[in-house]
């Protein structure tokens, strides 16, 4: 290929970002719309569409970083996806209940979030619908807990 | 014959002698017999040869490691460090690692086939130490002077493709095959341009002996003037037939660990590592006997130190580029051999046949 | 060569290894049809350990993420720390932090091209990256007494004042090194082998690259222009002067051209940064505990982008802290770059990459 692809002045300003998905998804709530963040807090259910529409709509090119939570009464999956079209790093929390830890798995959407999302199962537990490849990645296959709960205590005989 | 020869026979004659007296002291029938044919022709000539033989192996061994200790030295000083300080100016070093691969533990892999895994390293250090036997010093001091010695020193050089074959199947390993393969494949490539530089040669000088052609050389003129794009094809292919870097792919420790040799752990594998240095100052000597003029040179120092000193010559050659350059891959040795080296090798006979027709040698 | 096809275990012990991870591929002949990298012989259980300790003992804990590259990380750890404290560090911290960081950068990319050396079995690029990368250790020694987990840069600043001389002293050996990078440069880029060696191998394009999560200098090496320090600046390199250097073949030379580059920019950066450091503390005071909440703070890190999320509830050890770091997704990008080369082209191709297992897997 012989073109570079820049990002050297931002789009659009993240107000409007954050105006469009509110028009578009009047559940998602904005945590935060800073200059160069938003932070964003998104049922479950719509989580897959939301990040969609994120991609797609708004310029989200890149994912960051997928990351849980273990609140004790429900986890936290945090998507933290860049868009470097707008100069900015947005964080998307969706809130899961304890005994049903699962959520939609965007790796159909940004490849980067495969090893992420399977490093999530493996150590927190939560399970990706929609993952092509989901098994643990840094515990052995055989290992029976999620080490990074809260309820795992460091120094029991496992 | 050499003059080795015949110092050699003049001393075990001399020797032959002494032992047949001591046996004569002993004033018992059949050990005065046995002392009598012990001085016949046929016993002394054996033993003399015996002899020149094992002599000469000792010294062409003894340059050989000369050659690891310049590689090691030389290495360092193009990397910016000293290379082995062990002894004078690091000459023990190569000892001292003799040494202690002498003392390691035999180790046969379970599931390898036992006998061919034994016998693929002793033919190719066989063959190695064979070539000792074919190349003169000078036309004094060797062992035998075969009329063919040329093509024979190719020849049982082109012995090492078969025992690499076998020793790296027999290993019962992957890595050891693939490296095997490679290395096959990589030698069998590189020899046909290195016997056609070697035709070109003969062409020119007619004789297929080093005395001959070295004769040659001194009568007309060096042969790296007219042949000077097959010197340059004869070095690069001796490169790879030494498995150095740019070539050393079989040999890649960055993915086969040791390639073909992987397996083998104690004497075998030093021996196997000191005929890999072998076999390039092998190379190396053909090059200085075939391009440079052998031995010849003026009369103030000795042949043999002007053939050795050429030899060092070349074989500084062949660390520079070793120091230089990054390994190359398989396929591009394989291309570089059949489309690169064979046209200039091919080129080059033509040279030699044109300057033979045109009456110019 | 049989014709079905075999797996091979490229690793977790093998020579051209920089860390311990396993690489299984597929192979066709010498043809590579699938790969996949295995990784987790190094985890440590970095991100529950920290659960157990205070906000600087972690300090330390950063360093060893990554011990190629530790200062960035030591640094990233101390920036989001700020953050969620809400201070900030005073302006010689922060010029400090920005050309030692620098200083690192060049460090690590010296690190990598000794391993580059060593991949292609070229052992003299090896020395000579070692013997440059012997001048900045040098100086980083001076500066913070480790050469190599550094443990330099504090919540609110940084540990101790630049020593005597120091500028004097950076400066000579940026001028030294800037003689001899043109000398390692020419070893490489008029080698005949080595262009046969990586030009063209590895290719990656610059979307798909975007998409797989790639990021740093492999991503700019596929022409896309983006670099953390110029997007979503951090410290003071919005007052810094440099160009993000980018390459638009996407292979394996476009990535080793991209890091020598970037190696001379950095020098362009601390040149900057050491003369603009304005006089006062180096140091402010923390508070024990942080307010409740959480951060995300990333950086340009030499392998490409690291990002840490920091959840506090309010008591003197972080509830949650999360590390991402650039070389696990490089690691989980790279089978499209291995398939359809052959087996020989692994150690070029991974090699370049800068591979560093401890920030993998923590």
């Known amino acids: 290929m012989s073109q570079v692809i820049v990002y050297d002045t931002p789009d659009r300003s993240v107000e409007d970002l954050a105006n469009d998905l509110k028009a578009k998804f009047p559940a998602v709530e904005v945590l935060k719309a800073a200059p160069k963040r938003l932070h964003l807090q998104v049922p479950r259910d719509i989580s897959f569409e939301v990040c969609e529409f994120m991609k797609e709509g708004l310029n989200f090119e890149h994912c960051s970083c997928v990351t849980t939570v273990d609140y004790m009464d429900h986890f936290t999956v945090v998507f933290h996806l860049s868009s470097w079209t707008n100069h900015i790093l947005s964080e998307v929390l969706v809130d899961l209940p304890r005994d049903d830890p699962t959520v939609d798995s965007i790796t159909p959407l940004w490849g980067g979030a495969n090893w992420h999302e399977r490093e999530a199962y493996d150590l927190m537990g939560i399970v990706f619908k929609g993952h092509p490849d989901l098994r643990r990645i840094m515990m052995p296959e055989e290992f029976r807990f999620h080490p990074l709960r809260k309820d795992f205590i460091v120094g029991r005989r496992v | 014959m050499s003059n080795l020869y015949i110092e050699l026979t003049n001393f075990t004659e001399w020797l032959l002698g002494l032992v047949a007296a001591l046996l004569d002291w002993t004033k018992l029938g059949f050990l005065s017999d046995f002392g009598e044919w012990l001085q016949t022709a046929p016993v002394v000539d054996f033993v003399s040869t015996l002899l020149v033989a094992v002599i000469f192996l000792i010294t062409a061994m003894m340059f050989g490691l000369c050659f690891i200790w310049q590689e090691r030295k030389f290495l360092g000083r193009f990397m910016d460090r000293r290379g082995t300080q062990v002894g004078f100016l690091g000459f023990f070093q190569n000892f001292a690692d003799g040494i202690k691969v002498v003392l390691k533990e035999h180790i046969v892999p379970k599931d390898s086939d036992h006998r061919l895994f034994e016998l693929a390293i002793f033919a190719y250090l066989a063959s190695t130490f064979m070539l000792f036997g074919c190349i003169p010093f000078s036309d004094n001091f060797y062992v035998i002077n075969v009329n063919l010695a040329v093509l024979l020193g190719v020849a049982i050089f082109a012995f090492g493709p078969f025992s690499i074959l076998i020793g790296g199947w027999s290993s019962n390993n992957k890595f050891t095959l693939i490296g095997g393969m490679r290395a096959a494949a990589q030698l069998i490539a590189l020899e046909i341009p290195l016997l056609l530089c070697i035709v070109a040669v003969v062409v020119l000088t007619g004789d297929l002996s080093f005395v001959g052609v070295v004769t040659w050389q001194e009568e007309n003129i060096w042969l790296i003037v007219p042949l000077c794009i097959g010197a340059l094809t004869f070095f690069i292919a001796a490169i790879g037939e030494s498995e150095r870097i740019p070539f050393d792919l079989p040999e890649a420790e960055a993915e086969l660990v040791e390639g073909w040799a992987t397996e083998y752990g104690d004497v075998r594998w030093g021996l196997q590592m000191a005929s890999d240095y072998f076999r390039a100052y092998i190379l190396s000597g053909l090059f200085t006997m075939l391009f440079l003029g052998g031995w010849a040179g003026p009369e103030f120092i000795w042949a043999e130190a002007w053939y050795l000193g050429k030899t060092f010559v070349v074989f500084f050659f062949f660390i520079w580029v070793r120091a230089a350059t990054v390994r190359i891959r398989t396929d591009q040795i394989l291309k570089l051999g059949w489309r690169r080296l064979l046209p200039m090798a091919v080129i080059n006979l033509l040279i030699a046949v044109a300057l033979k027709v045109a009456g110019v040698f | ?362």
Not at chain 3, 81 to 102: H, M, Q, S, T
Not at chain 3, 215 to 220: D, E, F, K, L
Not at chain 3, 328 to 338: D, E, H, I, K, R
């Open chain 3, 1 to 362: 060569m049989p014709s079905d096809e075999m797996w091979i275990n490229m690793g977790p012990q093998h020579p051209f290894n920089h860390g311990l991870w396993n690489l299984r591929v597929k192979l066709k002949g010498e043809t590579i049809t699938q790969a996949e990298p295995i990784i987790g012989y190094l985890h440590r259980g970095w991100e529950k350990m920290v659960e157990n300790r205070t906000y600087s003992q972690i300090v330390p804990l950063a360093d060893r993420l990554c011990y190629g590259s530790s200062l960035s990380w030591n640094h990233l750890y101390c920036l989001t720390a700020e953050r969620l404290f809400g201070i900030e560090a005073p302006d010689r911290a922060k010029y400090i932090r920005v050309a030692v960081l620098e200083l690192q950068r060049i460090t690590s990319h010296l690190t990598w091209l000794m391993a580059v050396g060593t991949d292609l079995g070229s052992y003299t690029i090896m020395t000579w990256s070692i013997r440059e990368r012997e001048l900045f250790l040098d100086l980083l020694c001076k500066l913070s007494g480790a050469r190599m987990t550094y443990n330099y840069c504090r919540i609110g600043g940084v540990r101790t004042d630049l020593p005597e001389n120091y500028e004097r002293d950076v400066l000579r050996v940026l001028d030294e090194f800037e003689k001899r990078l043109r000398d390692l440069e020419s070893l490489m880029d008029e080698n005949e082998p080595f262009l046969m060696r990586t030009v063209g191998i590895g290719k990656i394009d610059g979307r798909t690259a975007m998409n797989l999560g790639l990021t740093g200098p492999i991503m700019r090496a596929s022409g896309v222009d983006m670099d953390l320090r110029k997007l979503d600046p951090y410290e003071v390199y919005a007052d810094m002067n440099f160009e993000v250097c980018t390459h638009t073949d996407g292979d394996v030379y476009a990535r080793y051209r991209v890091r020598m580059d970037e190696m001379r920019e950095s020098m362009k950066i601390v040149r900057q940064a050491l003369a603009a450091v304005p006089s006062g503390p180096i140091r402010v005071k923390v508070p024990r505990c942080p307010p409740k909440g959480n951060v995300v703070c990333h950086v340009e890190d030499p392998r490409g982008e690291s990002l840490m999320y920091m959840v506090s509830d309010g008591t003197e050890r972080p509830y949650r802290l999360k590390v991402r770091s650039p070389n696990f997704v490089n690691l989980s990008a790279s089978p499209p770059m291995l398939v359809g080369f052959k087996i020989s082209d692994v150690p070029a191709i991974m090699g370049v990459m800068d591979m560093c297992i401890g920030e993998t897997d923590r």
